[in-house]
């Protein structure tokens, strides 16, 4: 087996697109590397500040109660 | 001192540390995982306009952006038992989780692309974590802004965005992770203050 270089896509997973194989592929190899998993962590709590600089908006009437009706039963 | 006092605050607010009230953030995660539906509710209620907002700038549509959102939370109250604080805080482990729907929404094409700042109100109405992180991605490179913009905001691969840009896939790669580490870098000196 080839070895995997996670390193070069975890830049693409935490801000770009990752094809679903690919990230399949990672998402395996982050369940049981712990360096990586703090890595990808590392750099998705960087990315966030492109989410948190946006303007919060409101959530529409009546989500909330849609989301927890969604849960509800198990879910 | 008083904007010592300032950054104090804003990296207490940024890093998602400081409950406006009730539980902490990790609390209401962990009693999401033993089936509270109440607080899965707090969580959404903490965090869903944030995700709206991602959401929003990811897909065209209001639908589109209120179903993703959804997903995103069932999606957490599904894997709430798996979320460990040690690694990842809760604001982002649900952006991470909304970005996974995203991109699998998108598959390949750019959704709606637009500046971060668009439709920013005056400095002075922003809350402070807000403030932060607009500062922060007001001082990337263009470079490295650009090609975030469309891989964060458009969920594209880096194929595809250095076929939108005519650089190769190396440069949008390290332009990405240039990017990513400036970012990093303004956290960690905000995390530095806290």
């Known amino acids: 087996v080839t070895a995997f270089h996670p390193d070069e896509l975890l830049p693409q997973l935490v801000a770009g697109g990752i094809a679903a194989e690919d990230r399949a592929s990672m998402d395996e190899h982050l369940?049981?590397?712990?360096?990586?998993?703090?890595e990808h962590a590392r750099l998705a709590e960087a990315a966030a500040l492109l989410a948190v600089a946006l303007e919060p908006v409101p959530s529409p009437r009546g989500a909330r109660d849609r989301l927890l009706a969604a849960v509800?039963?198990?879910? | 001192l008083r904007a010592a006092a300032r950054a104090h605050h804003e990296a207490?607010?940024?890093?998602?540390?400081?409950?406006?009230?009730?539980d902490d953030d990790v609390r209401l995660v962990e009693r999401t995982a033993a089936g509270d539906r109440d607080a899965?509710?707090?969580?959404?209620d903490r965090f869903a306009p944030l995700l709206r907002a991602l959401a929003r700038r990811m897909v065209e549509g209001e639908r589109e952006a209120e179903a993703l959102v959804q997903d995103a939370f069932v999606d957490a109250w599904r894997s709430a038992g798996r979320y460990?604080?040690?690694?990842?805080?809760?604001?982002?482990w649900l952006l991470l989780a909304l970005r996974r729907r995203a991109v699998d929404r998108i598959g390949g094409s750019a959704g709606r692309l637009a500046g971060v700042a668009e439709g920013a109100?005056?400095?002075?109405?922003?809350?402070a974590g807000r403030a932060a992180a607009l500062r922060a991605v007001s001082s990337l490179p263009p470079e490295?802004?650009?090609?975030?913009?469309?891989?964060?905001?458009?969920?594209?691969?880096?194929?595809?965005?250095?076929?939108?840009?005519?650089?190769?896939?190396?440069?949008?790669?390290?332009?990405l992770v240039a990017g990513?580490?400036?970012?990093?870098?303004?956290?960690?000196?905000?995390e530095g203050l806290s």
């Open chain 2, 12 to 22: 207490q607010v940024i890093f998602g540390r400081r409950a406006a009230s009730g």
């Open chain 2, 84 to 92: 460990d604080p040690a690694v990842v805080s809760v604001r982002t």
């Open chain 1, 31 to 38: 369940s049981r590397c712990p360096r990586c998993r703090m």
């Open chain 2, 180 to 190: 990513i580490e400036h970012l990093r870098a303004r956290l960690d000196v905000l």
């Open chain 2, 40 to 44: 899965l509710g707090e969580l959404y």
């Open chain 2, 121 to 127: 109100p005056p400095g002075d109405a922003l809350d």
């Open chain 1, 72 to 75: 509800r039963g198990g879910a």
């Open chain 2, 144 to 175: 490295a802004r650009e090609v975030l913009e469309l891989g964060y905001y458009g969920g594209l691969p880096a194929a595809e965005i250095a076929g939108r840009l005519g650089v190769s896939v190396e440069t949008v790669r390290a332009r």
